[in-house]
């Protein structure tokens, strides 16, 4: 129990364009998810939390303009990266948490990742 | 001081072997603990929860100290397919909390 799935694994664009990436819980519902970023060879950087029906809450740093999340359903939430620069390149993974299908509140499962290439 | 810290390593150990990661937190209001193992390029994937009393996964044991706000994880008989990073993982606060990872301690098991 507790599956996040996460789509695109994998995602090349070109500087400018906007990606838009989707993370699931298959057989839960995710009361909280959880946007990370992480560069190579480093720790997992947080980026936002959002609850089901809320706006999210970004961490200091990230804009929120450029990375438009959105938790529309308790089983879906949506991470856009708006006009991708290079520097954006990075391996995007979702979290979520919730307290039925075997899933617990206070633990994170993790999506597969979305590994972004802005070229 | 960072809210979660781990010795980078890395830990380099021969199969078979006995290794033993430690993990300290800052917050005393820390409520629950965990270990995620993280391979290269892939996500994070729980390992076990940590409580006080001890948790016991096969090869795995983690003890939580909450006196010293210190974790441990200890991997008997090491394999191969034990490399990887190993994330120590605290949430403060209940209702609303925040997770706090840290670094991660890479682990290399070698033949």
């Known amino acids: 129990g507790a599956v996040v799935s996460q789509h695109p694994s994998r995602v090349i664009c070109k500087s400018g364009t906007s990606v838009k990436i989707e993370c699931r819980s298959l057989?839960?519902?995710?009361?909280?998810m959880f946007w990370y970023r992480q560069f190579p060879k480093q720790s997992l950087m947080l980026m936002a939390t959002?609850?089901?029906?809320?706006?999210?809450?970004?961490e200091q740093g990230v804009e929120k303009d450029k990375f438009l999340i959105n938790h529309a359903s308790l089983t879906l939430s949506t991470l856009t990266v708006t006009s991708a620069h290079p520097e954006d390149s990075s391996f995007y993974i979702c979290?979520?948490?919730?307290?039925?299908?075997?899933?617990?509140?206070?633990?994170?499962?993790f999506g597969p990742g979305t590994r972004l290439t802005v070229l | 001081r960072k809210e979660v810290e781990q010795d980078p390593g890395p830990f380099n150990v021969p199969e078979g072997a006995t290794v033993a990661f430690n993990c300290t937190y800052s917050?005393?209001?820390?409520?629950?603990f965990f270990w995620y193992r993280q391979d290269c390029r892939k996500e994070p994937k729980l390992l076990m929860s940590?409580?006080?009393s001890g948790n016991e996964d096969g090869r795995f044991t983690a003890q939580l100290n909450r006196a010293s706000q210190y974790i441990s994880l200890l991997i008997r008989d090491s394999k191969l397919s034990d490399s990887a990073t190993y994330l120590c993982?605290?949430?403060?606060?209940?209702?609303?909390?925040?997770?706090?990872f840290g670094a991660g301690t890479r682990l290399f098991v070698k033949a």
């Open positions: 979290s979520a948490s919730g307290t039925s299908g075997g899933a617990r509140a206070d633990t994170q499962y």
């Open positions: 057989d839960f519902q995710a009361t909280t």
């Open positions: 959002s609850n089901e029906g809320s706006k999210a809450t970004y």
């Open positions: 917050n005393s209001a820390s409520q629950s």
């Open positions: 940590v409580y006080s």
């Open positions: 993982v605290v949430n403060k606060g209940t209702g609303g909390f925040k997770t706090i």
